[in-house]
């Protein structure tokens, strides 16, 4: 039995052998293969990066470095960028998808940065939820068990920026332990304690407002993106003989004081100023001041801005025995939480609705809703602003009815009882509602985007279903090389789906047009090897690549160049379009798939401008190739003839 290779220890031991991080410029990875642009060749151990468990070959083109690993290839470069500063998958597709007006940049930034602590932020909101739980069923908040299991719930939360300076420091690609520290810095005991007190801070004369940075989220990507910038000027800078230890110790004193002296009071002046303002129009109108409180709660909960408004409340309630903002809140944190719960009844993506879930529950249950918000809502946008909208609706109505609270609770599903007996009681159950419904309704109907198969698909569900396809079918002779013996002919120049029935799933359909060549003669040393495994090579005379096989979409690169493919029969499939493509960075290539999808053998995987690729210099073979080839008796490629799309290109037999 073969010994199960740990690609994450192979990508660390190639970057090792390629004299390490320092030593490395860029690293990027195609379907198969480790491309690094090394600072110094001549210091990489060819030999025993070659003989590393997991490596195929080592190939030197186009001024890279690429070690070919094979279909494993993003577990060995996971491996490395976990451990490096070299970036991650993450921070290169987000990279490429910064596009658009600043608000959509924004929101991709924000939800880039909270998608690997997603699960943790989740599941640390349910222990939340169920604590709350507990609580409304008489378990005692002043119990040693309540305080310890409120801490196990609470920490993600309370010390979120520490969370977030990691997965920053991955975004801006900066130092992690940095941004640590940076985090650190603004939530020791000390610092909060000088916030805490409410005295004059200076530091050195100069005046310091303190805030509190407790679940705060802005400041620390601020802090970090700065100290990338200045990190990366001074490593250019500084001679490489104190460089280690000089880097940070310039930047936390330099970023750390930044951060505390602008942000501290721009955070202080904004928050004042929106406190006024809300306070002002409270009094000539309540329901207006509701509406827009409520209904940028969390808008101001994202840029920590809620937090000037907080002390308003507690003062409030000390002075006067109530407070009327706290009673309007309710309404956006629960609406949130509905919008989310939409999004999980009504998504047919599994891994949306496996964030959602957890997500809602935790956001109407205990009012956490940075689950729901950073991991569904926002980069969603239409059930965040519905969220928002629901709020400032029901938040209008409890003001309007003069809702008020004398007791200050984190607003949440399980904390409403709170209002029970209170003035205008009714007003703000009613206000609740109606945000939670309006979010829920208006989310489920218009707020989630459908994943299902692209339209071009028609076709295929239309032969499925025994319908006219619309193109003119004829009788082909048990003989014919197409496949299967009932397949729909198409006229000539005609590209689109083959008519391939669910049982063929084993045997290779031509994935393009054009001269079919021994894999052999390919223009590249690697795949003509075979170390990648048997296949078929067609050199295209169309410009539409389709499926081979039908099966999962296991791996679908943004460069549109390389498809992963496995058949539920177990043929695993890799098609790879054109050689050395993925530089191109996806130009001329429109995708049709994305990994996760279900394919049918015919199915459009990819437009290309193949004349296009050839003009920039580069070969435009269709490569086609059995991955697992050893778990096969016959892979019997088609060669030195012409085929046709659908044609039967490779027999496949156990």
């Given at each position: 039995m073969a010994t199960k290779v740990d690609y994450e220890a192979t990508g660390q031991e190639v970057l090792r052998l390629v004299g390490g991080e320092e030593n490395v410029n860029s690293l990027v990875h195609c379907a198969t293969r480790l491309r690094f642009k090394l600072k110094d060749e001549s210091k990489a151990n060819d030999a025993a990066i070659k003989a590393t468990e997991g490596v195929v070959t080592v190939m030197k083109s186009g001024g890279q470095y690429q070690v070919v690993i094979g279909n494993d290839v993003p577990r060995a470069y996971a491996g490395i960028v976990n451990n490096s500063r070299l970036g991650s998958d993450a921070a290169d597709d987000s990279a490429k998808g910064s596009k658009g007006n600043l608000l959509n940049r924004f929101i991709e930034l924000i939800s880039s940065i909270f998608l690997p602590i997603l699960w943790t932020l989740a599941g640390a909101g349910l222990i939340k939820?169920?604590?709350?739980?507990?609580?409304?069923?008489?378990?005692?908040?002043?119990?040693?068990e309540y305080i310890i299991l409120n801490a196990i719930g609470d920490s993600i939360i309370n010390f979120l920026p520490f969370a977030i300076a990691i997965t920053s420091a991955k975004r801006f690609k900066a130092n992690q332990f940095t941004s640590l520290a940076l985090a650190g810095i603004l939530l020791y005991p000390t610092i909060i304690g000088l916030h805490t007190a409410g005295e004059p801070v200076h530091f050195f004369g100069i005046p310091v407002v303190m805030v509190s940075y407790v679940s705060s989220v802005i400041p620390i990507i601020l802090a970090v993106w700065v100290q990338s910038i200045l990190e990366r000027w001074l490593q250019r800078a500084l001679p490489s003989a104190i460089r280690n230890f000089t880097v940070p110790m310039l930047v936390l004193p330099i970023v750390g004081l930044a951060t505390l002296m602008v942000v501290g009071p721009i955070t202080t002046f904004a928050s004042s100023l929106i406190a006024s303002g809300i306070t002002s129009v409270w009094n000539f109108a309540p329901w207006l001041a509701g509406g827009i409180l409520a209904g940028f709660w969390q808008v101001l909960t994202i840029f920590g801005l809620h937090w000037g408004l907080?002390?308003?409340?507690?003062?409030?309630?000390?002075?006067?025995?109530?407070?009327?903002?706290?009673?309007?809140?309710?309404?956006?944190?629960?609406?949130?939480?509905?919008?989310?719960l939409a999004v999980m009844l009504k998504t047919s993506d599994k891994k949306l609705k496996q964030v959602a879930g957890p997500a809602s529950l935790s956001g109407i249950l205990a009012g956490i809703t940075e689950p729901a918000i950073y991991g569904v809502n926002l980069p969603l946008k239409k059930p965040f602003i519905f969220g928002c909208v629901g709020g400032a609706i029901g938040g209008a109505l409890a003001a309007a009815g003069g809702a008020q609270t004398s007791a200050f609770v984190v607003p949440s599903g399980l904390t409403l009882p709170v209002f029970i007996g209170t003035p205008a009681m009714f007003m703000v159950f009613l206000g609740v509602a109606v945000a939670m419904i309006f979010a829920f309704v208006m989310t489920f109907l218009f707020g989630v985007p459908k994943v299902e198969t692209e339209t071009e698909?028609?076709?295929?569900?239309?032969?499925?279903?025994?319908?006219?396809?619309?193109?003119?079918?004829?009788?082909?002779?048990?003989?014919?090389?197409?496949?299967?013996?009932?397949?729909?002919?198409?006229?000539?120049?005609?590209?689109?789906?083959?008519?391939?029935?669910?049982?063929?799933?084993?045997?290779?359909?031509?994935?393009?047009?054009?001269?079919?060549?021994?894999?052999?003669?390919?223009?590249?040393?690697?795949?003509?090897?075979?170390?990648?495994?048997?296949?078929?090579?067609?050199?295209?005379?169309?410009?539409?690549?389709?499926?081979?096989?039908?099966?999962?979409?296991?791996?679908?690169?943004?460069?549109?160049?390389?498809?992963?493919?496995?058949s539920e029969t177990g043929v695993e499939l890799l098609v790879h379009v054109g050689i050395d493509t993925v530089q191109l960075e996806g130009k001329h290539f429109t995708r049709r798939v994305?990994?996760?999808?279900?394919?049918?053998?015919?199915?459009?995987?990819?437009?290309?401008?193949?004349?296009?690729?050839?003009?920039?210099?580069?070969?435009?073979?269709?490569?086609?190739?059995?991955?697992?080839?050893?778990?096969?008796?016959?892979?019997?490629?088609?060669?030195?003839?012409?085929?046709?799309?659908g044609d039967l290109a490779v027999i496949i037999e156990r």
């Open positions: 939820a169920f604590t709350a739980l507990a609580v409304t069923f008489g378990f005692s908040t002043e119990s040693q907080v002390p308003v409340m507690l003062n409030n309630l000390t002075t006067l025995g109530h407070d009327v903002m706290a009673a309007t809140i309710f309404a956006p944190v629960l609406a949130q939480g509905a919008a989310a698909n028609a076709f295929v569900e239309k032969l499925d279903n025994g319908e006219d396809s619309g193109i003119p079918a004829q009788t082909v002779p048990a003989n014919s090389k197409v496949v299967p013996a009932d397949a729909v002919v198409v006229p000539a120049g005609t590209v689109v789906p083959t008519a391939i029935t669910e049982e063929n799933t084993t045997d290779l359909v031509a994935p393009v047009s054009g001269t079919a060549i021994a894999m052999k003669d390919v223009n590249d040393p690697v795949f003509a090897s075979g170390a990648m495994g048997k296949g078929i090579v067609i050199v295209p005379t169309s410009n539409q690549v389709v499926a081979p096989i039908s099966g999962k979409i296991v791996t679908a690169l943004d460069s549109g160049h390389a498809y992963g493919i496995r994305a990994k996760g999808d279900t394919v049918r053998a015919g199915q459009p995987l990819v437009d290309v401008d193949f004349p296009a690729v050839a003009a920039e210099g580069y070969d435009t073979s269709v490569l086609t190739i059995v991955t697992n080839t050893g778990n096969f008796s016959v892979v019997e490629p088609r060669v030195d003839e012409k085929l046709n799309v």
